[in-house]
Nanobody
Framework: QVQLVESGGGLVQAGGSLRLSCAASGRTFSSYAMGWFRQAPGKEREFVAAISSTGRSTYIADSVKGRFTISRDNAKNTVALQMNSLKPEDTAVYYC?????????????????WGQGTQVTVSS
């Protein structure tokens, strides 16, 4: 059973930075793409960023492009989301997810395992 545990969320002022981390269990972490999604109150869960199994390909949502970056460390079974220049509209619960394949994917349905989420709140 795959377990994903996010950390690093919190309260930050607009313009600030946070780094989210996701630790994954299991020995096959390096075989699968990983992604970050977020869900604000009353809204659908939306794609934020994805990274391929090797780390060579990434996708970033237009809404956060230039401010967020995704990275992974296959030796440590972790994936990170560096968030800079945060805005109040970035406030949401952020979820780490493991894809069913190695290719990075923006489609929520392509992700089989999800973490519990970590709250990010950006004050104006």
């Amino acid at each position: 059973q795959v377990q994903l545990v996010e950390s690093g969320g919190g309260l930050v002022q607009a313009g600030g930075s946070l780094r989210l981390s996701c630790a994954a269990s299991g020995r096959t972490f390096s075989s699968y793409a990983m992604g970050w999604f977020r869900q604000a109150p009353g809204k659908e869960r939306e794609f934020v960023a994805a990274i391929s199994s090797t780390g060579r390909s990434t996708y970033i949502a237009d809404s956060v492009k230039g401010r967020f970056t995704i990275s992974r460390d296959n030796a440590k079974n972790t994936v990170a989301l560096q968030m800079n220049s945060l805005k109040p509209e970035d406030t949401a619960v952020y979820y780490c997810a493991r894809a069913q394949y190695g290719n990075a994917n923006v489609n929520r349905d392509e992700y089989a395992y999800w973490g519990q989420g970590t709250q990010v709140t950006v004050s104006s």
